[in-house]
Every structure is written in C-alpha cells, then in structure tokens.
C-alpha cells in the first residue's frame, strides 16, 4: 500500500522560500504523476502543481512564476519550493500521487503546516 | 483560475439523502467526466470518494453517487450515517490552463 511522508519547514518570513519533500514508500514511484495541492486556513483546496518522473511539470497558472516541482527518482521523492512567500501563502500543504488520465489524486501525505509571518 | 462553485453548507438527518451541487463552466464541468468528489474529516487529509463522474473507488460505500447536468456536477449521499459528516469539495479538469480546479467545499451537517 503506497503511503506518502512529506516533511520541511513549518514557520517562514516574508519573501523567503518554501521548501517541502515527499517521499512515496511501498509502492511504485516511475510512472504516475505526483502532485501538491495547498488549503489555506478554513479555505478550500489548491492545486500547486504536478510533475512526473521523467520532471515533466505542470503548474497552476496563478503560482507558475513561483513554482518549482521536481523530482529524485533514486530516492522515490519529489519537492515543492514557493518562493516569495507573503502572508497568503500560509495554508497546510499536501503531497499527493495524481492518476493523471482521469485527474484525481488517490493518495494523500498527511499535510505539513506552513505558517509565513515576520 | 476561477474555481468550481458549491453550497458552503447542506444539512441532513440519517437515513436522509443529500445533494451537494458543484457550477462550474463549459470549459471543465460542461464538458469533462473529470470530475471528482473529496471527503475530509477536521484535522485529516482529503480522500477521493468519486473520480470520473461515477466511478467509486475500493472501500467507498455504494450511499455515494455522482452525476452531472450542463455545467453542473452532483454528488448524492443516501442513507445518511452520523459518519458522514464531513467537508466535501469537488474537483474538474479544466482545459482553461490543462490543469485541476476545486470547489470552495461545503460543510454537510448530519442532525
């Protein structure tokens, strides 16, 4: 059974960067997709953006000039960096795998809190 | 990116059933079967409870349905259970920008 263990930084400053991993264990990793998606506090959910093995990406449009998703195969990991942050960017960020050919995310990490204040 | 359009809240007593709509546009609902439903309890992360409009996957009770008219997804619980109270969000592929856009949730209250 695939399970995802994501970890990084949970208290940041303005304009720094967001550093998140996800490490996929008891399952395959090469050939799905893999994904993060934010919630900001009592907010619904975000999709940040994807990427695959072979780090092909897909970004959500209104994060794109942010964004870096990439990917460690030889570690079955995958990372997020959000640069810039501002207050906005406080939300709990989820690692999760994407079954791409119908656009859902079936497995989920349980969640990091990131928290952006000076 | 604009997103998908639900309730904020839908309410139910057991054994009740419920419809939790979810508008979005001809560029994602209106034409995809993409469309997925989540359930997340407080403090969890969500779980898929439908993916391409109907499908359920292993372990999902059958009290959960999903369906579609226009623009305009639904999700349908029967039998309502103290269980299943939760936040409910949609999702649909949108080709706007070839990606995923969710629902703003809604909170079901079982009474």
């Known amino acids: 059974q695939v399970q995802l263990q994501q970890w990084g930084a949970g208290l940041l400053k303005p304009s720094e960067t967001l550093s998140l991993t996800c490490a996929v264990y008891?399952?395959?990793?090469?050939?799905?997709?893999w994904g993060w998606i934010r919630q900001p506090p009592g907010k619904g959910l975000e999709c940040i953006g994807e990427t695959n093995t072979n780090g092909d990406t897909n970004y959500n449009p209104s994060l794109k000039s942010r964004v870096i998703i990439s990917v460690d195969t030889s570690k079955s990991q995958f990372s997020l960096r959000l640069s810039s942050l501002t207050a906005a960017d406080t939300a709990m960020y989820y690692c999760?795998?994407?079954?791409?050919?119908?656009?859902?995310?079936?497995?989920w990490g349980k969640g990091t809190t990131v928290t952006v204040s000076s | 990116q604009s997103g998908l359009t639900q309730p904020a809240s839908v309410s139910g007593s057991p054994g009740q059933s419920i419809t939790i709509s979810c508008t979005g546009i001809i560029n994602d609902v209106g034409t995809y079967n993409l469309i997925s439903w989540y359930q997340q309890f407080p403090g969890k992360a969500p779980q898929v409870v439908i993916y391409?409009?109907?499908e359920r996957p292993s372990g999902i009770s059958n009290r959960f349905s999903g369906s579609k008219s226009g623009n305009t997804a639904s999700l349908t619980i029967s039998g309502l259970r103290t269980e299943d109270e939760a936040d409910y969000y949609c999702s649909s592929y949108t080709d706007r920008s070839n990606f995923v856009v969710f629902g703003g949730g809604t909170k079901l209250t079982v009474l």
């Open positions: 391409e409009l109907t």
């Open positions: 999760a795998r994407v079954v791409l050919t119908s656009h859902y995310f079936d497995v």
């Open positions: 008891g399952g395959s990793f090469n050939g799905y997709y």
